[in-house]
């Protein structure tokens, strides 16, 4: 296939760099000229130029949130009706509103870092993971089907679910808790000794405060209403931890929780 690749931070340069010598012809479109040099290592054809990808067969947009909408209104004048299209943004009921003159499949890698950029895009990102893809009710199966035959390549695991039951989701595992991050740094951060003390716990516990802040930013303005549902249902496990028979829960918690991940830290809940 003819695959194109769309913004080279880190998930797009992670998805260059898993498809590279894969069997298939990579042409990739990059805003920053350090980045096009580097890029040349991994893809046939690069380029500032999105009209380099008139003949692709699917295309991955890797922008952020906030700037998907305008490339994939960019792409309806650049390829066929029969390229298959997919975004990688975090949140997925915005870009399921609109039918396209191409074949769209919204999608969605379940993997990440705290840093951006392509230096900081690495081959073995998506391995383990869950991608999601929120295909709409009419899209041809053998589109899907192409669509998971290249996902299959970076060893991740896709699977479908509905653009709206997706974004509760990640409001809940990702977006919420991101802001409990940031939340309980912002706490702690005025007791000096308490900084010095902090061990694994605390580094586990705020990690995603460094989440990058234009992905921060842009997860709050695209899932602000399903990140409010998961504050409130926050709330509501920690009153209920208030609860007398505290001992009891929390057993129950930590057996069900110990469950969910292998040894080497992937989640294994099918
Ligand atoms: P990133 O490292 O900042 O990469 C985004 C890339 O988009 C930039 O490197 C740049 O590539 C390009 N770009 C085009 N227009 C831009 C603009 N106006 N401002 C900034 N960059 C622009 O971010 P990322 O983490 O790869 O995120 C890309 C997408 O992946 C987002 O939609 C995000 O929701 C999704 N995602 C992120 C994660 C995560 O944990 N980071 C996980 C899953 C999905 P060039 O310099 O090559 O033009």
New binding site residues.
Partial sequence: MKIGI????????SLLKVLSGKGHELFV????PD?IKKAKIYAGFVSNQMTILSGCDLVFV???????LE?LDELEKIVSENCIVS?????KEFVMQKKRPYSFIGS???????????D??FKELFAGAKWVLTPFENTNKNDIEQLISVINLTDAEALIAQAKEHDLAVAMISHMPMLVAQGLYNAVKDNSLALKLASSGFRDMTRLAM??T??AV??MNYNGKNIAIACDKLFESLNALQDKNYKEFISSISSQRAKMYSNDGKNILK
Avoid: W, Y
Wanted: glycine content about 14%; aromatic content about 2%.
């Fill in positions: 769309i913004g080279l931070g880190l998930i797009g340069g479109v990059s805003s920053n980045t890797c922008v952020p949130i906030s700037k998907t490339i975004d990688v943004a975090s949140v969605h890698p379940m993997a990440g870092t705290e840093n951006r950029g392509f900081a895009s989440t990058n234009q992905l842009d997860m």
